[in-house]
């Protein structure tokens, strides 16, 4: 029976059904140690498996925080054997890659975490599932965020999540936005309960003081009563100075110190070991005491409440009773564990390493070289975060005239990959006190100086960086395309930031002297980022020469894609955002993918491919959130909030501008804000609030003003030109277009000129006007339907304003069919209302079908109407097979059929 339990008791017995009728989730315990988490765990558990559910557990332990996957291969080893085989062989080979079974290329942590949730999954359509993940905060960090991973996407599934953290431990699970709840400590009545259920012989006096001591703590109430069985015990435990944890620890001491030395022995090794594998505790005990040691020596401490036996697997009864018994041993001792454990390990190399590292008392070069060896099978696992743990700790146990720097530059460019910038930046200043050889030390150099955000806008600092550059391309083989990627960060901080000429010149001619071929991929796209006016000519010629399929690599592909974005290139930047979205997702590097999709969206809204723009926004503010990058998540915020100003959608345009851009000036993201101007400028277009949209969009032109993004600014610069002349502001339009018409030809952006063409018109006297409408219509401009269908719309609105009413009709229908075809309702409504000016009655458009669908269904629905299965479309979209089919099941209804083979790709719109 759990006392004082019975709000949490339902809760957890809630969650579990409402899981096990297919619609899971998790939830996240939180508490002080002993305060019941284990305890409601096993309840949980032993309840669902009473309902014929099958139940996974795994418990975190210290020790085993450093190897990756530990944790996750412990939930799922009891059923991998049987159910592997039902898994995509992709996905197969990820988690088989990620257990260091096979040695394939290193699985992205996201394809693990796909391959973790579709085995579940499967698991669910037999019988429902129960994850149990107790002291969660010593779970390995690659195996938290597959959990974390899964702990998200367990919605549609017959799997609950249930996972407990102790109180005052930082892990990654934090960051999940899981539901959490809080166990508080007993009430009075309940604490009186248990204490007279665990010793009713207690006289009032003592449990009076035991109740005061306990502090409503369940398993001080429970554990402490055995320590009293003398006087001296109740000296020793209820010493009101000490806290309810440590008075625990003393009372499982206590217990531990009246067993045989053998046990203690047992005890020792049980407490230093990460498995709990009875045949490797009793070896390992062996060399430690020099004897061989029977099952029979764990009995005593069975019988003292201090471990189970189970099978060949020994753990601890409470996790404070390993934590007791490990920290009260003697440092000497505790080496001399670790270092029997790592001599039994000798075929588990990492494990081994980990355990020779405790084992060490004090810098060992031998020892950092064995775990730069573990760190290496971290990356082959996929578990680059655990590496550079590896390496940091091995750099610890390095002499600073050895290793040390070495391991510490190596640590902080994996951490700099990771996006891991601040811890980078720690141990780059940590190696510069260590020996490092010449070229270590240009590298060094190389990523101080890329790290330092400030020297990004000084001309001298970006000057030392290219000498230190092209000392490094002389020094080593690879020194030319490492200086590159240096350099990448500074050409990026470049176009968000706002620095002199002469930097963004030294950039881009250091770029030019390190490429080792005309044209360099990163080269191009360095040059496109430090200096987009100057240099948008060159790279898009340089680009448009590419060969076809030339450009293979995901990384490589979305590289270029966003870059061409910067300069305004989206048509021809299009086919290698697509390539990259798709090549990313066969990846699984799900981080990298949101920025991509991101990027995607933009382009798409540019390039007026609406819904396409809808749907791949929806999935990266979802994938940006997930990996923990929200700046990117709020640029894709906008995006969509952009793309709800052009359906209509007014209401939830202004709440998404209006959070996100909170959000932004929080986080003290004040580049993006650009993206936010840009979003409530349309919203102020849409509502012919012409006045508003030039305050805003002019902003983001103005050199003194926080939203300054001349780039982003060029996007709406049409917006901006038309807001002007409804406003009266002839000489601001003229001047906006001046500007927009030599950057156009300057940087030969078709994107531009399409702009160009578009306000042209707006800005010319009347006796002008006509032929520039006219000529703007021209072929130039098929490539931009929007652009197209915005200049029908307004050259139909000025034939009505010249009273030419039946010539009007023609472009104002061309432009409302286009609107409508491209989804955008709100500029379709402005072309119907002209329409009606002109004269003509037209009805309300016909209600879209596909509006029905959120922007997940209707992806999902093409791609089931593509012919793809439910396992497939999980696969690309990192959902599993169970909640693709919860989707169709929506979708159907919504688009008034009954079956998959009903969907048609005609029928479900296309950019």
């Known amino acids: 029976m759990l006392y004082g339990r019975d709000a949490e008791l339902r809760l957890l017995s809630d969650i579990t059904s409402r899981g096990f009728a297919g619609t899971g989730g998790a939830l ?80 992205e942590m996201f394809s693990v975490g796909l391959a973790s949730l579709e085995l579940i999954s499967g698991l669910a359509d037999e019988s429902p599932v129960i994850l149990v993940i107790d002291d969660a905060q010593w779970i390995d960090g690659p195996s938290s965020e597959v959990l974390a991973f899964i702990a998200r996407r367990l919605d549609a599934e017959r799997a609950v999540m249930l996972l407990a953290v ?89 217990r531990a110190s009246t067993l045989p030395d053998e046990t203690q022995t047992v005890l020792l090794i049980t407490a230093a070991d990460d498995e709990g594998d009875l045949a490797e505790i009793l070896e390992a005990a062996q060399l430690l005491d020099g004897t061989a040691l029977p099952v029979a020596s764990l009995e005593p401490a069975v019988e003292a409440g201090l471990l189970e036996v189970s099978g060949h697997k020994v753990r601890f009864r409470h996790p404070l009773i390993r934590s007791a018994i490990y920290h009260a041993a003697a440092p000497s001792r505790r080496l001399a564990g670790h270092a029997a454990l790592a001599a039994v390990l000798a075929r588990h190399q990492e494990r081994r390493a980990w355990h020779r590292a405790a084992a060490a008392p004090g810098p060992d070069d031998d020892v950092a070289l064995d775990l730069e060896v573990a760190a290496a099978k971290a990356l082959l696992r996929g578990a680059p975060r655990a590496a550079a743990e590896a390496l940091q700790q091995a750099a610890l146990l390095s002499d600073p005239n050895t290793h040390r720097g070495r391991l510490l530059l190596r640590s902080a460019e994996i951490n700099f990959e990771l996006g891991s910038v601040t811890v ?51 020094a080593e083989s690879n020194g030319a395309a490492l200086a590159l990627r240096a350099l990448w960060p500074l050409a990026i901080g470049c176009w968000y930031g706002n620095p002199a000429p002469e930097t963004r010149g030294t950039v881009v001619r250091t770029a030019r002297r390190l490429q080792t071929g005309d044209g360099e991929l990163m080269t191009l796209c360095i040059a496109a980022c430090a200096d987009p006016v100057e240099e948008a000519a060159w790279v898009i010629g340089e680009t448009a020469r590419l060969a076809p399929g030339s450009v293979n690599d995901a990384a490589e592909q979305h590289a270029l894609g966003a870059s061409l974005t910067a300069i305004w290139a989206y048509d021809l930047s299009w086919p290698y955002l697509c390539a990259a979205v798709e090549g990313l997702r066969q990846q699984g590097r799900l981080g990298l993918l949101g ?114 993004h001349p780039f982003v600014g060029y996007w709406a610069i049409a917006d901006l030109i038309e807001a002007a002349v409804h406003t009266g502001r002839a000489d601001e339009a003229r001047r906006y277009f001046s500007q927009l018409n030599a950057l156009a030809e300057k940087t ?142 929506r979708v159907f209804p919504k688009l008034g059929i009954t079956s998959r083979g009903q969907l048609h790709l005609s029928d479900l719109g296309g950019d």
């Open 424 to 474: 980078a930046r720690r141990q780059l200043a940590e190696a510069k006190f260590a020996k490092l050889e010449r070229a270590e030390r240009l590298r060094h150099t190389l990523w101080m100086e890329a790290l330092n955000e400030e020297s990004w806008f000084s001309p001298e600092q970006v000057r030392a960086f290219a000498d230190v550059a092209d000392q490094l391309a002389s």
């Open 28 to 107: 996240l315990l939180r508490g002080e140690a002993g305060i019941g988490k284990t305890a409601l765990l096993k309840a949980a558990r032993e309840a669902a498996v009473a309902k014929e559910g099958r139940a996974l557990s795994a418990l975190g332990v210290q020790s085993e925080a450093s190897v990756p996957f530990a944790g996750l291969h412990q939930l799922l080893n009891p059923v991998l054997h049987d159910h592997l085989d039902h898994l995509m062989p992709r996905q197969r080979n990820a988690l088989l890659a990620a257990f260091g079974v096979i040695d394939d290329a290193a699985p």
């Open 595 to 708: 920025e991509a999709l991101a990027s995607q969206a933009w382009a798409a809204i540019l390039l007026g491919k609406h819904r396409l723009a809808r749907t791949a926004a929806d999935e990266a503010r979802r994938l940006s959130r997930d990996t923990g990058r929200p700046r990117w998540a709020f640029v894709a915020d906008l995006a969509m909030a952009t793309l709800a100003c052009e359906r209509g959608e007014f209401d939830a345009a202004n709440e998404l501008i209006r959070t996100t851009e909170a959000e932004l000036l929080t986080l003290g993201a004040q580049s993006i804000l650009a993206y936010a101007q840009f979003a409530r400028g349309r919203y102020a277009i849409v509502h012919h609030k012409y006045n508003d949209a030039f305050e805003q969009l002019a902003r983001v032109l103005d050199p003194s003003d926080i939203t300054y």
């Open 748 to 889: 030969t952006a078709p994107f531009l000129t399409a702009m160009a063409a578009y306000a042209h018109p707006l800005v010319a006297p009347e006796d002008e006007a006509e032929s520039l409408y006219q000529r703007a219509l021209d072929p130039r401009l098929s490539n931009w339907p929007f652009h197209r269908a915005r200049l029908l719309l307004a050259y139909g609105r000025w034939l009505r304003r010249q009273r030419r009413l039946v010539e009007a009709r023609r472009p104002l229908h061309a432009a409302m069919e286009s609107f409508d075809a491209l989804g955008i309702k709100a500029f379709g409504e402005d072309a119907r209302s002209e329409l009606r000016a002109a004269g003509e009655a037209i009805g309300q458009p016909t209600p879209d079908t596909l509006d029905k669908l959120t922007p997940q269904e209707l992806q999902i629905a093409k791609m089931a109407a593509s012919g793809m299965t439910n396992r497939e479309i999980g696969t690309r979209l990192f959902i599993s097979h169970r909640t693709v089919g919860q989707h169709l099941s």
């Open 166 to 254: 102790r109180e005052g431990h930082d892990t990654v699970l934090d960051d999940a936005g899981l539901p959490e709840l809080h166990l508080p400590r007993l009430d009075d009545d309940s604490a009186k309960a248990l204490l007279e259920a665990h010793a009713p012989q207690l006289d009032r006096s003592l449990r009076d003081r035991l109740l005061v001591e306990a502090a409503g703590n369940p398993l001080a109430l429970s554990e402490l009563p055995a320590a009293l069985s003398s006087q001296g015990g109740v000296a020793q435990t209820l010493m009101p100075w000490l806290p309810t944890t440590r008075r625990l620890e003393r009372s499982f001491l206590s």
